[in-house]
């Protein structure tokens, strides 16, 4: 009979086991899901964070419920309960590197000095430590991966302790034209003309800029303007693009630019 009774406690613990197994293993599985369609409509570091402390949390508690279940376990947790306070500061003092950059993820993903996507620069004490694009975060690191394909793992209090030059931080990204124009031009012509390539050119956001004369030089005119882009990338590839259109432009409507020229009298 005590045999029985053994055998059936020891059933029952079984089944409790693996009803707390398929119970988290569900929602660890629920959560990654929900995780995984936010990060699909917007790849953000914050949800990247959350969704790994998430995790952490779920697995450790999943852990705990299992270890819970045999009596060696709660002996242990009752020890370390009538112990609190001695137990708290060595596991702290053990743990404070871990808890640190815990609490930097936290400050990171909320204040969000950089992005899924966007490209840093880490400086500290005016020595480069990383560049590249942000990959990804956890509770514990953020990846930053260099342009040669390499992944930079860094802990999550380094970066927060680090001077972030983030070239994408702002909303658009600007970067300044020039064209210089014979004084004979028609001036009206040359802005209607950069007009409608700025117009024509997908990855510029804002359309209605100031086309200004900036400056008067000893060959002829020069005119200034800023071509805004969501990114870096898109700016590079936007004013190369201009460039080749605004020249086509002037030449298909005889607009001169000027360019200095050598005469050899040969006696």
């Given at each position: ?36 369609k936010?990060?699909?409509?917007k ?10 402390v ?9 852990i ?68 590249g694009i942000?990959?990804?975060?956890t ?28 070239a ?100």
């Amino acid at each position: 009979m005590k045999e029985y009774i053994m055998a059936e406690g020891h059933l029952n613990k079984l089944i409790s086991i693996a009803i707390i197994v398929v119970v988290f293993a569900v929602l660890i599985s629920i959560t990654n899901r929900i995780f995984r369609k936010i990060n699909q409509r917007k790849n953000s570091i914050f949800y990247k964070f959350l969704n790994s402390v998430v995790y952490v949390v779920l697995l450790a508690t999943a852990i705990y419920s299992v270890l819970s279940q045999f009596d060696m376990a709660r002996e242990i947790s009752t020890v370390i309960l009538q112990s609190g306070t001695l137990i708290i500061a060595v596991s702290t003092f053990a743990a404070q590197q871990a808890l640190g950059n815990v609490i930097s993820g936290f400050m990171l993903s909320a204040s969000r000095p950089l992005e899924i996507g966007q490209k840093v620069k880490l400086l500290q004490g005016g020595t480069q430590i990383c560049e590249g694009i942000v990959k990804d975060m956890t509770f514990r690191h953020v990846v930053i991966q260099s342009y040669d394909g390499q992944s930079n793992i860094l802990p999550n209090s380094l970066v927060d302790q680090a001077v972030i030059v983030n070239a994408d931080y702002v909303e658009d990204t600007g970067n300044y034209l020039e064209f210089e124009v014979a004084y004979e031009s028609d001036f009206d012509l040359v802005r209607s003309l950069i007009r409608q390539a700025l117009e024509s050119q997908p990855e510029v956001s804002r359309k209605d800029v100031t086309i200004a004369m900036s400056r008067v030089s000893q060959n002829g005119v020069v005119f200034k303007f800023t071509v805004w882009t969501h990114s870096v990338d898109e700016n590079f590839r936007a004013c190369s693009e201009l460039r080749e259109k605004i020249i086509k432009a002037f030449n298909e409507h005889n607009v001169v630019i000027p360019y200095q020229t050598i005469d050899v009298n040969m006696h």
